[in-house]
């Protein structure tokens, strides 16, 4: 085979993985349109208790960490503010408006290790398990860079109803 003809099989097989890609994530995000995040500003009067620069990891369905959801405005890894109120979360993803996961829709807050394509040190995410508009339980995952993970999973604690963690405390 020539090098052209090379150049050629190599350029198509790149376009089909491409084509492929481009569909799958189209049949994903078609599959996921029923899980809305819930795009607000914190309530007027909201009190900011911390704020944690970090990575978001992503989005997957409550308990199964290798399940991403292509919820819109949270379909995809980038930096992001999360500021915990005393009125809930908000998250903030470079370029995506504003999400606000209100307390009362907050299930759980913990540690995590693994999630999609992410494996980092024992207990380096911290996990936001939250219910969507329609109800249904997802988790969120962030990597904070400036403080621990321990940290913002203790901060949103903080925040969180006794019937929430599970406690009397």
């Known amino acids: 085979m020539t090098r052209e003809g090379a150049l050629i099989v190599t350029v198509i097989a790149a376009l089909a993985l491409v084509v492929l890609g481009v569909w799958a994530w189209r049949r994903r995000a078609r599959r996921d349109s029923a899980f ?6 914190a309530p007027d009067g909201a009190a900011v208790l911390a704020v944690f620069a970090s990575l978001y990891v992503a989005t997957t369905r409550h308990g199964e960490p290798l399940e991403r959801l292509a919820v819109k405005g949270l379909a995809f890894r980038s930096r992001a ?3 915990v109120t005393d009125a809930g979360v908000a998250i903030d993803l470079t370029g995506q408006p504003r999400v606000f ?7 759980d807050v913990a540690q995590s290790t693994v999630a999609i394509d992410r494996v980092v040190e024992r207990d380096g995410l911290t996990r936001l ?6 109800g249904s339980v997802v988790d969120s995952y962030f990597r904070p860079q400036d403080a621990s993970a321990r940290a913002l999973a203790d901060a949103v604690s903080g925040i969180l109803l006794p019937s929430q963690t599970g406690t009397d405390a």
């Not at 996961?101 to 299930?107: E, G, Q």
């Not at 398990?129 to 329609?134: A, P, V």
Request: no cysteine; aromatic share 4%; charged share 30%.
């Open 81 to 83: 503010d999360v500021t």
């Open 101 to 107: 996961v209100d307390v009362a829709r907050i299930l």
């Open 129 to 134: 398990s939250w219910r969507t508009d329609d």
């Open 36 to 41: 809305v995040a819930p795009v607000a500003e």
